[in-house]
Nanobody, 119 residues
Framework: QVHLVESGGGAVQPGGSLGLSCAASGFTDFTFSSYAMNWYRQAPGRGREFVAAITRAGDSTLYADSVKGRFTISRDNAKNMMYLQMNSLKFEDTGVYYC?????????WGQGTQVTVSS
């Protein structure tokens, strides 16, 4: 069972920046580089939504239209880490951000980290 821990959340004003991290551990049969990684978020009263994805080698990324051009996903396979740099934050970016690891159709989730964009 892959263990994922998010960090870096907090409160920020609109237009500000935050950087999230996801630390992965607990690998048994496969290494971190075997997992496609994603960020999701869940706003109050809403369902969980996709934010960004990165391939196993980190050579391709995908973003939700709502964050494209403002967020950057990256990973460091040597450190078993994934990141999400969030710039030009908006009120609607508020929510709990979750790290997700996928291998062979099976997903693992972290506990989430709160991001609050407020003036």
């Amino acid at each position: 069972q892959v263990h994922l821990v998010e960090s870096g959340g907090g409160a920020v004003q609109p237009g500000g920046s935050l950087g999230l991290s996801c630390a992965a551990s607990g690998f048994t049969d496969f290494t971190f580089s075997s997992y496609a990684m994603n960020w999701y978020r869940q706003a109050p009263g809403r369902g969980r939504e996709f934010v960004a994805a990165i391939t196993r080698a980190g050579d391709s990324t995908l973003y939700a239209d709502s964050v494209k051009g403002r967020f950057t996903i990256s990973r460091d396979n040597a450190k078993n880490m994934m990141y999400l740099q969030m710039n030009s934050l908006k009120f609607e970016d508020t929510g709990v951000y979750y790290c997700n690891a996928v291998h062979d159709g099976r997903g693992s989730w972290g506990q989430g980290t709160q991001v609050t964009v407020s003036s």
